[in-house]
Nanobody, 122 residues
């Protein structure tokens, strides 16, 4: 099993920055592909970014490309999401996710954190 715990959320003004942290524990092989998702009230869940732990390849949603950076520190078992130039539209609950398959094969993730709120005010 894989356990994921998010932290680092909060409130920030537009143009500001936040860094989300996802502390991972449990089965190392269950964390080959790791990702961040978000869900704003009344909307569908959106994948923000994903990272393949085998080759380090990353993919971003168009809405965050150039503003957000996903990274992984394997020594600390921690996944990060650095969010810069935040906009009110980035307001959402953010979730960390992990799966044992390589990222190109992942349509749905097996493991999820409980989520953390990010609020961006104008």
């Amino acid at each position: 099993q894989v356990q994921l715990v998010e932290s680092g959320g909060g409130s920030v003004q537009a143009g500001g920055s936040l860094r989300l942290t996802c502390a991972a524990s449990g089965d190392t092989f269950g964390r080959i592909c790791m990702a961040w998702f978000r869900r704003a009230p009344g909307t569908e869940r959106e994948e923000v970014a994903r990272l393949d732990n085998i080759d380090g390849s990353v993919n971003y949603a168009d809405s965050v490309e150039g503003r957000f950076t996903i990274s992984l520190d394997n020594a600390k078992n921690t996944l990060y999401l650095q969010m810069n130039a935040l906009e009110p539209e980035d307001t959402a609950m953010y979730y960390c996710a992990a799966d044992r398959r390589r990222c190109p094969r992942v349509q749905s993730f097996a493991h999820w954190g409980q989520g953390i709120q990010v609020t961006v005010s104008s």
